[in-house]
């Protein structure tokens, strides 16, 4: 885990409509007609993708229920490779289609330090919703060598007792018992 951040997408706000693919308002409205499970037939199969240094990662696709578009919390974390400190993460949100290219509802890049982030997502020149994300690296910092461990003053005990198991005619001279 050396060389790898922790990215906890937390939520998504403020969500609108996806970037207008070919074939949506026939999907839309079969959605409509046809598929009446009470999510949002605009809001389906969406994924972020996480890049960081050329390589891409996604959270499993999740929809979102009609009229909670205000506030999706998706709560996924990604393992990515620890980011340049010039270029940062992108995140971006996608609807996912089969046929067709993805449909992007928004983007953002996100500066490579830890923290936790809400940033609006943007297409264009407008805001298209926001996420919430954390970011901090993988493996905590490595204590420092001068504060003494458990484990090694566990050692200094065990090295003492090793000594006295080593000679024990000495436990039993009269010097000892004084």
């Known amino acids: 885990m050396a060389g790898r951040w922790k990215v906890h997408i937390e939520s998504l706000h403020d969500l609108q409509k996806p970037k207008h693919v070919v074939g949506d308002n026939l999907k839309h409205a ?22 960081s240094c050329k390589k ?34 992108e995140f971006n949100v ?37 996420i919430t994300v954390t970011l901090r690296p993988a493996l905590p910092p490595s204590p420092c060598s001068k504060t003494p461990t458990h ?3 566990a050692t200094q005990v065990l090295g003492c007792f090793a000594g006295v198991l080593r000679r024990p005619s000495e436990l039993c001279s009269p010097a000892w018992r004084r």
């Open 30 to 51: 079969k959605n409509l007609l046809f598929r009446n499970d009470g999510l949002d037939p605009d809001l389906r199969n969406l994924v972020v993708q996480v890049t």
């Open 151 to 153: 484990s090694a003053q």
């Open 56 to 89: 891409q990662l996604s959270t499993r696709p999740f929809h979102v229920p009609k009229g909670h578009a205000e506030q999706v919390v998706v709560d996924e974390v990604l393992f990515v490779p620890e980011p340049d400190p010039n270029e940062g993460l």
């Open 94 to 130: 996608l609807r996912l289609h089969r046929h067709t290219a993805d449909a992007l509802l928004g983007q953002v890049f996100v500066p490579a330090q830890a923290g936790t982030f809400k940033l609006n997502l943007m297409r264009g020149h407008s805001a298209h919703g926001a």
